[in-house]
């Protein structure tokens, strides 16, 4: 309406599911279900998402959860509720992998000790313990 909110309303048998709608307070666009207006994907005029954040301050905001990404796209590093962890590779996988640019962290499993990784490099097998020498 010209005085309310803006949305589009998803209904199902009568009965409303789901809407998309414009937030004039926020100038933002929100897709949330029924019942659970804090719960939805938000884009804010920034162009900033929140899923499940209604007003996200980073370009990506999760309000909680984990945030998993398939493909190729290198991920070093997970973050869950404030905890850092690197992936966990083996020996034999360190050295098959290329890595995509000079200082990508991972955790080696089954060295000799257990330590953490860095790439030196862009080529196979171009990796050194964090504090120094081989990882081995």
Known sequence: TATGTPDIRMQQGGTTRAFIQYQNS??????TRTGNANSGLFINA????GIGKESPVTKLH?????????G???????????????????VAQLQALAPTRTGVMAYCSD???PKIVVSTGTSASNWAAAD?????
């Open 26 to 31: 926020a100038s933002a666009l929100a897709l």
């Open 72 to 90: 190729n796209v290198d991920p070093a590093v997970n973050v869950l509720n404030g905890t850092i962890g690197l992936w966990s590779r083996t």
């Open 111 to 113: 060295c000799t000790a």
């Open 132 to 136: 120094g020498g081989g990882f081995q």
């Open 46 to 49: 920034s162009d900033s998402v």
């Open 62 to 70: 999760m309000s909680s959860g984990t945030l998993t990404i398939d």
